[in-house]
C-alpha cells in the first residue's frame, strides 16, 4: 500500500548493514554536520570549499564528475573498472563499492547520486539521513511512493536536493528554439487564454528513444568477475544476469528505469509543469494509447494525455501521431509553436514590454552555503516526476488512471496502486 503524506513521514531507508545503522542510530541525538561548519551551525562556511562523493560514475556518473564547485573526495560504483576509471580522474579521491561506506564518512558535505533510478530513492533518503546534502539524476525516483519518502526525508533532516535537470531555468529547451523564460512570459500574461494544452513529441524537439527498449529473450550469462551485480539490482527483483539489463541499456527494463519516458521523460515535463503552474498539483486523469506491454521490458507508446482538474492538457507524443505542425501550446485565445512563432499579433513586442520572472537559487553549491533551495528541489521535482511516473504506469497498463493529487493516490484501480508503491527486493525497503 501506497505511502500517504500523513505516514510517508515515518518511513525511513533500511540499510542492511549493522555498523551503519549502529552508526546513524548513535547519531540519533544530533544532526550529522560537514566538518566546516559556521559558528556551530551545523553548516558549511559561506567561504569554504564543499566536499562531494557521486555514486553511481558509468554514464551520467562520469559527467559528474567534471562538474565544479566542489572537491571529490569519493567515488562508488558496483563495477570496480568504473571505479578505477573514476580514480584516475580524482586524485583526492577515495575509491568504494559500496555507496553505505560512503555515506558513513563525516567529511562529504554533498552526495551525487548518478545510479539507475532504481536506486535514486533509498540512497537519498540514506544520504539525508546522514546529513549530506543531494543532487540527483533524473528521474528523482523510480515509483510516486519513494518520491513521497525522498520529499518527507529531505524535509525532516534539513536537506538541500537538487534533481539534474534545468530547462526551467537556463539554456535551451531542447530542440524547442528558445529558452523556457520568454514562454513562461506567454503563458503568464494570458495571452493564449486558458485551460492550455501543451504538445510533447517530436515536434517540439523531443524524440521519446524508444530504442531504449528491453530484451525480452535474453539468455543468462556468468555475471562478470568485476561487476557486483546483488548490489547492483539492490532493491529491484532478481533476474539472472544478461550484459544488456545493466550500464546504459538498464534504461530498456522497467525493475529499473521506464524506457526513453523515464530516462528523458522529467527533462520534458518538469518545464511544462512550471509553465502551467503546476508545481504543487497533479493531473487527475491519465490515459494512454499504446501496444501491449512486456511485463519486464519497455516497449512503445503512440500517445499518453494528462488532464487537470482546471481543463489543462499534456499530450506526449510518441509517434508523431499530432502532425509536424502542431503547436506546442494552444489556448482558447492562441498557439505557440517552435522558436516562439505565435498566431497571436504583435506577440513578440508584448514580450519585450512584460517584466522578467523574480530570481531563483539556480547554483547548487550556492544553496548548499546558503541553506536556501534550489530552484529544482524534493517538492516541484517529485510533482514532475510523479507526471514521468503516472504516465509510465498508464503506458504499462494500458488504460485510464484516475488520480487524487491532493493526497497522492490511486483513485479506484488497484493494479495502478501496485505500481505506485513497488515491493523492493529484501532487505531493502522503505
Known amino acids: ?186 503563458v503568464d500574461s494570458g495571452v493564449l487564454g486558458w485551460p492550455l494544452r501543451a504538445t510533447v513529441g517530436d515536434v517540439s524537439g523531443f524524440s521519446w528513444k524508444f530504442g531504449w527498449s528491453g530484451l525480452v529473450n535474453a539468455k543468462p550469462e556468468p555475471v562478470p568477475p568485476e561487476l557486483d551485480y546483488d548490489m547492483w539490482l539492490g532493491p529491484a527483483p532478481y533476474k539472472p544476469y544478461h550484459p544488456h539489463r545493466v550500464h546504459g541499456t538498464f534504461r530498456g527494463y522497467w525493475d529499473y528505469d521506464g524506457g526513453g519516458l523515464g530516462d528523458m521523460g522529467q527533462h520534458y515535463l518538469d518545464p511544462v509543469q512550471y509553465l502551467l503552474g503546476k508545481d504543487d498539483t497533479g493531473p487527475v486523469e491519465v490515459s494512454a494509447d499504446a501496444p501491449q506491454q512486456h511485463p519486464d521490458a519497455a516497449g512503445s507508446f503512440r500517445s499518453i494525455r494528462m488532464r487537470y482538474a482546471d481543463g489543462c492538457e499534456i499530450v506526449l507524443d510518441g509517434g508523431n501521431a499530432e502532425g509536424r505542425r502542431v503547436p506546442f501550446l494552444e489556448g482558447p485565445k492562441g498557439k505557440l509553436y517552435k522558436n516562439l512563432e505565435s498566431d497571436v499579433p504583435g506577440l513578440q513586442r508584448m514580450l519585450a514590454a512584460l517584466p522578467d520572472a523574480p530570481p531563483r537559487q539556480t ?48 483513485v479506484g484501480d488497484p493494479a495502478a496502486s501496485r505500481l505506485v508503491s513497488v515491493p523492493m527486493r529484501a532487505p531493502w525497503t522503505l
Not at 561548519?37 to 569554504?48: F, H
Not at 533509498?122 to 546529513?131: E, R
Not at 553549491?365 to 521535482?381: C, I, K, Q
Request: with cysteine.
Open 1 to 186: 500500500m501506497k505511502p500517504s503524506p500523513s505516514t510517508a513521514s515515518r518511513h525511513a531507508v533500511r540499510i542492511p548493514r549493522r555498523r551503519f545503522v549502529a552508526g546513524l542510530l548513535a547519531g540519533a541525538a544530533f544532526q550529522i554536520v560537514p566538518r566546516r561548519v559556521l559558528g556551530g551551525t551545523g553548516q558549511p562556511a559561506p567561504n569554504d570549499e564543499i566536499t562531494r562523493a557521486v555514486i553511481g560514475v558509468g554514464g551520467m556518473g562520469s559527467g559528474h564528475l567534471g562538474y565544479g564547485g566542489a572537491r571529490t573526495l569519493a567515488v562508488c560504483d558496483a563495477d570496480a573498472q568504473r571505479v578505477e576509471k573514476a580514480l584516475a580522474r580524482c586524485p583526492d579521491a577515495k575509491g568504494y563499492r559500496d555507496f553505505r561506506e560512503v555515506l558513513a564518512r563525516p567529511d562529504i558535505d554533498v552526495v551525487h547520486i548518478a545510479t539507475p533510478p532504481h536506486w535514486h530513492g533509498l540512497m537519498s533518503i540514506a544520504a539525508a539521513q546522514a546529513g549530506k546534502d543531494v543532487w540527483c539524476e533524473k528521474p528523482m525516483t523510480h515509483t510516486i511512493a519513494e518520491g513521497i519518502a525522498v520529499r518527507e526525508a529531505v524535509r525532516r533532516h534539513g536537506r538541500i536536493f537538487r534533481i539534474n535537470t534545468w530547462f526551467r531555468f537556463e539554456g535551451g529547451y531542447y530542440g524547442f528554439g528558445t529558452p523556457v523564460a520568454p514562454i513562461k512570459k506567454v
Open 363 to 410: 547554483n547548487f553549491y550556492d544553496a548548499v552555503r546558503n541553506r536556501r533551495p534550489f530552484a529544482l528541489n524534493e517538492r516541484n521535482g517529485h510533482r514532475s516526476c510523479t507526471l514521468v511516473n503516472l504516465a509510465i504506469i498508464a503506458w504499462r497498463l494500458g488504460r485510464t488512471v484516475k488520480w487524487d493529487p491532493a493526497i497522492e493516490t490511486v
